[in-house]
C-alpha cells in the first residue's frame, strides 16, 4: 500500500515576507492572529479571576504596612461607596492579569504580522529591544510600589490628628496601578535613546554632551507626572532615569567601537571649522599654439569635440 507525501506548502509568514500575499490574505492574516490574540487574552482572564483576590491584598499591602492605616477587627479597612465597586475593581485586575499573563501569545502574534515586512537588520533590532522592555518596566514597576509607601507615609502625616482617614478601594488602586505604569513607561526612555544611536542620528559622544538638559529635564519631567506631592517619587524617579540615561550611553560608545565610529577623516573638525587642503597644485603653464593653417576638413587635435546629438529614445 502507497502512501504520497503532499509537500508543505509555504508558510503565511513566508509568503508575507516575499510579498506574494495579496491584500485579502493579509486580512485574512490579521483576522486569524487577532482572533488568536483574543482567545489567548480570553483565557488569561479566567486565570486572572482566581487571582485577582491575591493581587488586590498585595496592592493594598503598602498602605496596610503603615502606621496610619485603619484597622477593624484585624483587618486592614477600606470603603466602597456603590454596591458594585468592588465586583467591578475584580474584574478589572482579573483583565489586567489576563493581559500580562497572555503577553508572550499576543506579542508573538503582534510580531508574526509585522516582521515579514521588515529587513534583517531591523529584525535583529527589535529582538533586542523587546528583550530590555519588559526588564526596564518590570524595574519601573517595582520602584513605583516602594514609592508608593512612602509617598502615603508622607501624605497620610500631614492630615489633621482630628480627622479619622479611611481610603476608598477604586481610587486608591487606581492611584497605585497608574503610578506603576507611569514608572514602568519612564523606564522605557533608554531604548530611545539606544535606538537614536543604534540607526546612526546620535554618536555616543554627543550623548553625553547633553547629560545636563538630560538630568534637567529627568527631574522637571518627574516632578510634573508624579501624582504625590511628596519629594521622594520624584527624586527617586529622576535618579534612576538618569543611572539609565548613563548606562544607556555606555552601551552606544561600546556600539560606536563596534562600528569603527569616530575614526572618520573628518571626525575632530568642528561643523563651522574650514579642513585643511592637502594637495600640490600643478603649476600652470602656457598651452600650445593653434595652428591656423591647418588644411579644411582635417579636425583640429586640440579642439573640444562637437556635442553628440540624442534623442530621448536613444537612452537606455
Known sequence: MAFALRKRGPSSFERA??????????????????????????????????????VLHLLQQPYCDLPQARYVDGKCEFVQLGPADLFLLQLKVALWVGLIAAAPVWLYQL?????????????????????????LFAAGAVLAYFVTAKGLEFLLSISDSEISTTLE???????????I???????????????????????AKRLLSWWRVAIFVFFAFSAVVTPTPDPFGMTALAICLSALYFGAVGIAFLN?????????????????????????????????????????????????PAPIERRYDDMT
Open 169 to 179: 478601594i477604586t481610587k486608591y488602586i487606581s492611584f497605585v496601578t497608574n503610578l
Open 111 to 135: 510580531w508574526a504580522f509585522i516582521a515579514p515586512g521588515l529587513h534583517r537588520h531591523e529584525r535583529r533590532y527589535a529582538y533586542f529591544f523587546t528583550a530590555l522592555a519588559a526588564p
Open 17 to 54: 515576507a516575499d510579498g506574494s500575499m495579496t491584500l485579502i490574505e493579509h486580512v485574512r492574516e490579521l483576522r486569524n492572529r487577532l482572533f488568536r490574540a483574543s482567545v489567548a487574552i480570553l483565557i488569561g482572564f479566567g486565570l486572572g479571576v482566581w487571582l485577582a483576590g491575591p
Open 256 to 304: 560606536d567601537r563596534r562600528r569603527g565610529r569616530g575614526k572618520e577623516i573628518y571626525a575632530g573638525i568642528d561643523d563651522d571649522e574650514v579642513s585643511p587642503l592637502e594637495f600640490d597644485a600643478d603649476p600652470v603653464v602656457a598651452g600650445q599654439r593653434v595652428d591656423s593653417t591647418a588644411p579644411v576638413g582635417v579636425p583640429d587635435p586640440i579642439a573640444p
Open 181 to 203: 505604569l507611569l514608572f514602568g513607561v519612564a523606564f522605557e526612555f533608554p531604548l530611545v535613546v539606544l535606538m537614536l544611536n543604534f540607526v546612526g542620528i546620535a554618536s
